[in-house]
C-alpha cells in the first residue's frame, strides 16, 4: 500500500491529506454496535497507519496543505464528541505508536453529562422489557415512535438503528426531552461516566494531543438559528481555552455532513470570524491544496481487513 499512497499523495503542491475520524474505541467489542472500533482493531488500525503514512497533528498538517508543503503520504487522526474510552483506551494505543491525535469534545457533556444518543442506546441495552412501547412520543417528523420489540441483541440493535436516526434531527431540547422519556418508558438509567471530565481534557493535551472545540450540546447547526449557532461554538471554544489555558484553533461540525448537518455558505463564516484557524467536516475525501481549510473532510474505512481498509482509503483519494 505504501507506494500506492505514495503515488497518490507525492510530496509537496500535488500532496493530499488524510484525516481518519473516529468517536470511541471499546476496551472490548459491543454486541449492539459489533462494528464500533475496540482496542484490538484500533491498535491494529494505527499499526497500518504508522506503516502507510506519515502522521503528522493535524493544525500542522492542515496548514501545510496550504502552503503546498506536505511531506508525502501526508495524515491526521482525530475523535469527535468526548468520550471518556478516548482518554483511558485510545491514549496509551496512540502512546505506543507515538502518534498525534486530535480530540474534538463537546464541552457541555463533560464531568458527568451525556450525549442524547448514549441516553438512548444504554436505555434501550439496559431495559428488561421485551417490548419498548413508545406510543405517544414523536420524532423529528412528528409522527409516532411506535412499539420495538428488545427481545434480543439482534432486535435491541434494530430498535436502535430505528430510533436514532429518527431522533436525530429534533432540535437540541426537545431531543433530550424525547430521549429522558424513553429512558423513563424503558425503565432503565442510563450510565454518567460515559463522557471525559475536565481532568483527562487536560490530560490528553499535556500528553502531546490537541484538543479542538465541538460546540456545547452537539445540535445539528443547520437547524439552528445563526446567533444560536455562533454561541454554541464559540461557548465550547471559550470553555476548553479556560479549561487548557491556550488558543482552541481547530473546531469539528456536529455530525458534519456539509448541507445537511452545516451549511457551506454560513457555519464556515462563522468559525473563520470566531478566530478558529481551521475546522474539519465528514465529507469522505482525501483534501487538496486550495480546499477551504474550514471544510477539510475526514473519512474513515470500515474494512477490517488490512488490503481492502487501504483500498478503500486509496478510493477515498479520487473523492
Not at 471544510?295 to 486509496?314: E, M, N, S, V
Request: glycine share 8%; net charge neutral.
Amino acid at each position: 500500500m505504501k507506494p500506492l499512497f505514495s503515488l497518490l499523495s507525492p510530496a509537496g503542491a500535488r500532496a493530499r491529506l488524510t484525516v481518519l475520524i473516529f468517536h470511541r474505541v471499546l476496551r472490548v467489542p459491543d454486541p449492539l454496535f459489533p462494528d464500533e472500533v475496540d482496542a484490538a482493531r484500533f491498535d491494529e488500525l494505527l499499526g497500518w497507519a504508522k506503516s502507510w503514512f506519515n502522521v503528522l497533528p493535524l493544525d500542522r498538517a492542515i496548514r501545510q496543505l496550504h502552503e503546498g508543503a506536505l511531506p508525502a503520504r501526508a495524515a491526521a487522526l482525530s475523535f469527535d464528541d468526548g468520550y471518556a474510552d478516548n482518554h483511558d483506551v485510545a491514549l496509551p494505543l496512540l502512546r505506543k505508536h507515538g502518534l498525534p491525535c486530535s480530540f474534538f469534545v463537546a464541552t457541555g457533556f463533560l464531568d458527568g453529562g451525556r450525549m442524547w444518543n448514549d441516553t438512548l442506546i444504554e436505555s434501550v441495552r439496559r431495559s428488561s422489557k421485551s417490548v419498548l412501547d413508545l406510543r405517544g412520543l414523536k420524532d423529528g417528523h412528528g409522527e409516532d415512535l411506535g412499539q420495538h420489540a428488545l427481545g434480543d441483541d439482534a432486535h435491541r440493535r434494530t430498535a436502535l438503528g430505528h430510533l436514532i436516526q429518527r431522533v436525530k434531527y429534533l432540535a437540541p431540547e426537545p431531543r433530550v426531552a424525547c430521549v429522558d422519556a424513553i429512558a423513563q418508558r424503558a425503565e432503565a438509567s442510563p450510565p454518567d461516566d460515559l463522557m471525559m471530565n475536565s481532568e483527562q481534557v487536560r490530560n490528553l493535551r499535556r500528553a502531546g494531543m490537541q484538543i479542538g472545540a465541538h460546540t456545547v450540546s452537539h445540535p445539528i447547526l443547520a437547524k439552528l438559528p445563526v446567533n444560536q449557532a455562533a454561541d454554541e461554538i464559540a461557548r465550547s471554544r471559550d470553555a476548553l481555552q479556560a479549561l487548557l489555558g491556550e488558543h482552541v484553533g481547530l473546531f469539528a461540525y456536529p455530525n458534519g455532513k456539509p448541507g445537511t448537518d452545516y451549511l457551506p455558505d454560513v457555519h464556515p463564516g462563522i468559525v473563520r470570524e470566531l478566530g478558529f484557524d481551521a475546522a474539519v467536516s465528514t465529507r469522505w475525501a482525501a483534501a487538496r491544496r486550495g480546499e477551504d481549510v474550514f471544510q477539510i473532510p475526514r473519512f474513515t474505512p470500515w474494512d477490517r481487513g488490512r488490503l481492502k481498509f487501504g483500498l478503500r482509503l486509496a478510493r477515498n483519494f479520487s473523492n
